[in-house]
């Protein structure tokens, strides 16, 4: 069994940890933000109980996860003793490498380093760490608690037995795994998903629809159970700034270039359900 360390607790950490910790694992979790972590962690909680009530999950996966999990308040500490770290902080480069290269400095050689980034590849971050033969991308999905699939992605210097172990440590999650042959930014679901968003964003830019009508036009005639609009909207809309200013970094294609209106909110704040707007208005910021 892995002794499994997430960093970064907020949307995904918060479930991936509860993931692990559900699954029998000793696991530990760290966010620079203690009170976002917290409100996270009891709407996980609140989430488990609920898919045990509905005889969803076992009983057993809601007393693990209260047995299993603890909370550490710096980097340092949360990574002590743990055989696996899954880093899910900000989708920043920057952030990532420094967290990173001060894990791998201290860490044994022989601790799997994976991230839950959706468009950095760990090849990226790796080439500026101790051991990057222990690097991986292991992706999961939103909300982790309830979506079955992880993404496993990797350069040519990861060792086997680093992805065998992620590998298992997922299954034993239990998640279905897909495993790519190359490194690509977006990995399979965000590629694809990617062409949808940015055709929706496109026809919006254009004043050829309203988003409301995009979402509705693509629930009605694909049968998706959310528009692109509301999709960004659960996901974040920082986090598909973020990725399309990296793209557009590399291939300076105009095309790539982030849309105004998704910079403004961004700017603005207005990430979506977890601050409460995005392009839609909720109520009051989710919990999920
Ligand atoms: N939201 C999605 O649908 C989704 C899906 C798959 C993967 N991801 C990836 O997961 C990662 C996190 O996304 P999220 O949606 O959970 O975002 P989020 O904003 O909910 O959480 C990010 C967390 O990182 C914390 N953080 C920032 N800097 C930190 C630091 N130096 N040390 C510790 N914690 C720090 C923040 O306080 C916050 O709690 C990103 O890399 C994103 O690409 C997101």
Redesign the pocket.
Known sequence: MEKVAV???????SQIAALSAMSGHETSI????KE??DS?LVFTKENIENLVSKDLIKKESLDNFNQNLKVYDS?ETVVDDKTFVIE????RFD??K??FTTISKKLDEDVVLA??????AASEIAQHCKHPERFINM????PPLRMDLIEISFPESTSKEVVDRTKELSELMGRTVVTLNKETPGFIVNRMLGALVDEAYELYDEGIADFKDIDLAIKKGLNHPLGPFELTD???L??SYY?KLKIYNETKNPKDKPKKFLEEKVKDGK?GV?TGEGFYNYDKPSKS
């Open positions: 960093i970064g607790g907020g949307q995904m950490g760290f966010d620079s933000n976002y972590l996270k980097l899910a902080v900000v989708e952030v990532k420094e967290i991230t839950n980034s959706s468009f950095i992706h999961f999905f939103y659960y996901s974040g920082d986090i990725s990430l977890k």
